[in-house]
């Protein structure tokens, strides 16, 4: 394929670092989070450039990234990286959203970015929505040794995790000024789009926090404002890896004494998370609150508990349900009448 750029075409690069930083984290204030994984999907892009196409990072020009290389890129995604149609959905949402920053920077490449806006996302199948009955948590949360610094750790970390529905990378950011001690025991979240919420902590786990908050050393030479709550080796505050490595180490122990344990669910924090949300759901609570306690923007996020929860549909269908069908059925093998017609109808 021909490369046409046109007279005075730039070099993607720039418009790139101007469309991460500029753009995303000043205009747009992005949190840190959504900006990394912006930025890894043009990394990935920028990788299939040179070491397919052969064009490398540095001579890299907006005329290059036209529809048909975006499409063979996500092509690759699939055939060659075995990425899934959900993956491919999200790199191809970042660079959709490039073109749209290039079509108003640069216009002459408006037609170039039209047509890019123009490809279409792939279908995918509905997300699953399993999660851990009421026993499952119960056990999880008594799985570590709280009598240890890091089993006291991790049943704080975990029991939080659940009482709050957090994000792990909400979890993540908590420090110990973000925890009210007056009672109720409150949590300070910062959720999307440097949004704060404060969720309560049920009584038996505000009793565990106290206890844990008292126990804990505090990072030598900080404030409390940026003393991670929660911290692994060296007073490193825990990655969202360090988060699902704790959970999936609980969940291993557990299943090697019972193998039917949350069986065929791959339990991660974000499971976790889901849990507390159809777990209020099923107590009667109004979406509304869930959707606070979530953090979700719009209640219409929040719905798909209520389209997932077959529980509650059945539960609904049936205190709703009227009986219209005589009981019992009557015989139609006694009725001589229409046995007569039927006789007589198909002789």
Same mark, same amino acid.
């Given at each position: ?48 450039? !040179?070491? =397919?196409?052969?064009?490398? &990072?540095?001579?890299?020009?907006? #005329? @290059?990234?036209?529809?048909? %290389? +975006? ?125 704060? !919420?404060? =969720?309560?902590?049920?009584? &038996?786990?505000?009793?565990?926090? #106290? @206890?844990?908050?008292?126990? %804990? +050393? ?130």
């Amino acid at each position: 394929m021909s490369r046409v750029i046109p007279a005075g075409g730039d070099l993607a690069g720039r418009w790139l670092s101007k469309f991460l930083t500029d753009h995303l984290a000043g205009e747009r204030d992005l949190s840190p989070q959504t900006i990394t994984s912006y930025r890894d999907a043009i990394k990935l892009l920028l990788t299939w450039f !040179r070491d =397919v196409i052969g064009i490398p &990072p540095e001579k890299l020009h907006l #005329a @290059d990234l036209d529809r048909a %290389r +975006v499409l063979s890129f996500l092509d690759w995604l699939q055939t060659e990286r075995g990425n899934s149609a959900a993956t491919r959905n999200q790199r191809l949402a970042v660079i959709r959203s490039f073109a749209q920053y290039t079509a108003v920077e640069r216009p002459e490449f408006l037609d170039q970015a039209t047509q890019i806006l123009a490809v279409k996302q792939k279908k995918t199948p509905a997300a699953e929505m399993g999660h851990l009955t009421g026993d499952e948590v119960k056990a999880l949360l008594a799985e570590p040794d709280a009598g240890t610094r890091r089993g006291l750790r991790d049943t704080i970390l975990l029991s939080t995790l659940y009482d709050t529905a957090a994000r792990v990378q909400e979890l993540c950011d908590l420090n110990t000024s973000d925890i009210r001690t007056a009672h109720p025991m409150m949590v300070t979240l910062r959720g999307k789009g440097s949004k704060t !919420r404060r =969720v309560p902590l049920m009584d &038996p786990t505000a009793r565990l926090m #106290a @206890d844990y908050l008292d126990r %804990r +050393v505090p990072h030598p030479g900080v404030g409390a404002d940026a003393d991670p709550l929660f911290f692994g080796p060296e007073h490193t505050r825990l990655t969202r890896w360090g988060v699902t490595k704790i959970l999936a180490r609980h969940v291993q122990s557990l299943r090697r004494r019972d193998p039917g344990y949350a069986a065929g669910l791959n339990v991660t924090p974000h499971v976790i998370r889901r849990t507390r949300a159809m777990h209020l759901l099923h107590a009667g609570v109004n979406l509304i609150y869930i959707r606070d306690l979530l953090g979700h923007a719009d209640v219409s996020t929040t719905e798909i508990y209520a389209r997932a929860d077959t529980e509650a549909k059945r539960n609904a269908i049936e205190s709703a349900y009227q009986s219209l069908t005589p009981e019992p059925l009557p015989d139609w093998t006694a009725d001589h009448d229409l046995l007569e017609w039927l006789d007589h109808t198909y002789q």
